[in-house]
């Protein structure tokens, strides 16, 4: 897979690769992918939460 980043992105990528802080941009970019990927399924299970405090709320309203 070929990815082509902004020139800002791939400045920055280039900033952390130079300083040490990953051994590749590849290494950069997929910690920053996994991340985002964890980040997004938190989301969705904080999400689901709160679809179900709403239909417990509701359920309990509708039955009054």
Not at 19 to 32: L, M, P
Not at 34 to 45: M, N, S, Y
């Amino acid at each position: 897979m070929t990815i082509t980043l902004t020139p800002e992105l791939e400045k920055l990528v280039k900033e952390k690769v130079d300083r040490g802080a990953y051994d590749s941009a590849e290494a950069f970019v997929g910690e920053a992918v996994q991340r985002l990927i964890e980040e997004e399924r938190a989301e969705d299970v904080h999400l689901d939460e709160i679809r179900a405090h709403v239909d417990a709320a509701d359920s309990e309203f509708s039955d009054r």
